[in-house]
């Protein structure tokens, strides 16, 4: 008769196992893809990108960024431009997050312009959020010969 306990005590020590990893990994994921704290960026703008270009000064670099065509909307093409005076950058990526909700990954890789040093382009959109405006957080990474450069801009669009 302790046989067909056995596959209960079984399946029950499995079921245990099952939510504990299930535990584990929604943790992991809302710290793998929660936004970062504005503590753990450098500086940080609060000024309108929906109508002017938006400057960060760190230490000895400048980063400054317009996105066109103002004022930013959600499903409409988007072109980046950033300058970033005061270090040698070799790579630039932009990470746009909402800061109100996950709306996915939405990454894009600057491209440097020729015969301008120091400004990088690239082109993106921004998804549709469904309560009509959001929030947005736009991480800027750069990579210079000093290490990592990051910081971040916010704005609304709908």
């Given at each position: 008769?302790?046989?067909?306990?056995?596959?209960?005590?079984?399946?029950?020590?499995?079921?245990?196992?099952?939510?504990?990893?299930?535990?584990?990994?929604?943790?992991?994921?809302?710290?793998?893809?929660?936004?970062?704290?504005?503590?753990s960026?450098?500086?940080?703008?609060?000024?309108?990108?929906n109508?002017?270009?938006?400057?960060?000064?760190?230490g000895?670099a400048?980063?400054?960024?317009?996105?066109?065509?103002?004022?930013?909307?959600?499903?409409?093409?988007?072109?980046?431009?950033?300058?970033?005076?005061?270090?040698?950058?070799?790579?630039v990526?932009?990470?746009?997050?909402?800061?109100e909700?996950?709306?996915?990954?939405?990454?894009?890789?600057?491209?440097?312009?020729?015969?301008?040093?120091?400004?990088?382009?690239?082109?993106?959109?921004i998804?549709?959020?469904?309560?009509?405006?959001?929030l947005?957080?736009?991480?800027?990474?750069?990579?210079?010969?000093?290490?990592?450069l990051t910081?971040?801009?916010e704005f609304?669009?709908?």
């Open positions: 008769m302790a046989q067909p306990n056995e596959p209960k005590s079984t399946s029950s020590y499995l079921y245990l196992i099952l939510l504990i990893v299930f535990i584990l990994a929604v943790w992991l994921s809302s710290h793998l893809f929660s936004l970062p704290s504005q503590d960026l450098g500086g940080g703008s609060d000024c309108d990108l109508t002017q270009r938006c400057t960060v000064t760190m000895d400048t980063l400054s960024l317009m996105i066109q065509p103002q004022p930013i909307a959600s499903l409409i093409p988007l072109d980046y431009q950033l300058q970033i005076d005061g270090v040698d950058v070799s790579k990526m932009i990470n746009l997050q909402g800061s909700m996950f709306m996915g990954i939405n990454q894009t890789v600057l491209t440097p312009v020729e015969g301008q040093p120091g400004v990088f382009r690239g082109k993106g959109e998804a549709a959020c469904t309560t009509g405006e959001m947005w957080r736009l991480i800027v990474s750069a990579e210079t010969a000093a290490g990592p910081t971040w801009f609304r669009a709908k």
